[in-house]
Structures are given as structure tokens and as C-alpha cells.
């Protein structure tokens, strides 16, 4: 009768030794989680979209996006832009001045649509949505080759001279925040 009450106490002990450890080290429940203020604070709390420059965006409907230095020297703008191998935009090209309505053109492979078709935003420098629309494939987009696409958006007029982003982002009919992914084109309004 004494080891069964010794038993039970070990086993009673331990399981109060385990409850302890576990509360210890999860956070408390209503323990508010900072919301991030930059980037990189972003980063480490959230998924980050493979665009550039990078993006990030909270639950809480906070977007972030990298800040990249600026070259330099002037460098030369590339033929096309993109994400190797998934998608390569021809026009408009990094730096390219363009005004209401601008048309997109490039290619994608078929995986970077959804039912044909894929958004496209312009952003002025702030990241504000001043248009949105959405570019269209030119062929056969079920497949996973690359497919001519071509869209045209209309946005806001901005100040001559001001800056901002077309961006083009993969369908992502899941809603999955982690299978986002975008191309960020700098421009000049």
C-alpha cells in the first residue's frame, strides 16, 4: 500500500513539474505582440514576399517594403525584368516615364496566372494603390511555359516627375500569404 501511494505521488509531481514547465515557457495568452514598424522588425515575425524589392505584410493590414539603396552609378537598364524564370516583364522598363493609361507587356509562365489572367497595380511612392487592373495571357496559359501576357491600367495623375511602382503579382487564388509573389517596376510619372 505504501509504494502505490509513493507511485502516485511521483506520477502527481511529475505531471505538476510538466504543467509548470509548459506554462514557463509559452507566452501568456493576452500578451500582445508588438506590431513591427520596419522591414526587417517584419521579417522576422511574418512571411515575406519574393518581389523587389521585398514586401511584407501583417495580419493587421501593416505593409512593409525594403528600402534599397540606390546604385551609385547610373546602371543600364535590362531588356527585361522579372523573377528569373517565372515571369520577365518587357515593358515598362526600370525608370521608364509613364502616364494614364500605361500598358504592361511581357511574359509569365502559365503557373503565374489564374484563369488567364493576373493583377497589376501602380503604386505611387508612398505604396499607395493610385490603379489596378490586370494583364491577360496571349495564348494557351495551362502550361508551364512562359505565356505572353499584355494588360493595360488606367491610374490617377500624379505630380511630373514623381515616382512609383507598377507591380504585377502571381495569382494566388489561395489566399495563402506565403504563395504570394510580385514584381516591383520603379517609375517616373
Known sequence: MNTRFLAIAVVLLLIGLGI???AATR????????EPTTF????TLYPVMESFPRQCNTP???HFVEEVAAPVAPT?????????DLIEVSTPTIGQKIA???TVTGSARGMWYFEATFP???RNAAGTVIGNGYAEAQSEWMTENFVAFRGTVTFTPQTAGSTGFVVLKKSNA???PERDQSVQIPITF
Open 20 to 22: 509548470a514547465l509548459y
Open 27 to 34: 507566452p501568456a495568452e493576452n500578451q500582445a505582440i508588438a
Open 40 to 43: 526587417e522588425e517584419c521579417a
Open 60 to 62: 493587421n493590414g501593416g
Open 76 to 84: 543600364p537598364v535590362p531588356a527585361t525584368v522579372g523573377i528569373p
Open 100 to 102: 494614364s493609361p500605361v
Open 120 to 122: 497589376i497595380e501602380i
Open 174 to 176: 489561395s489566399g495563402d
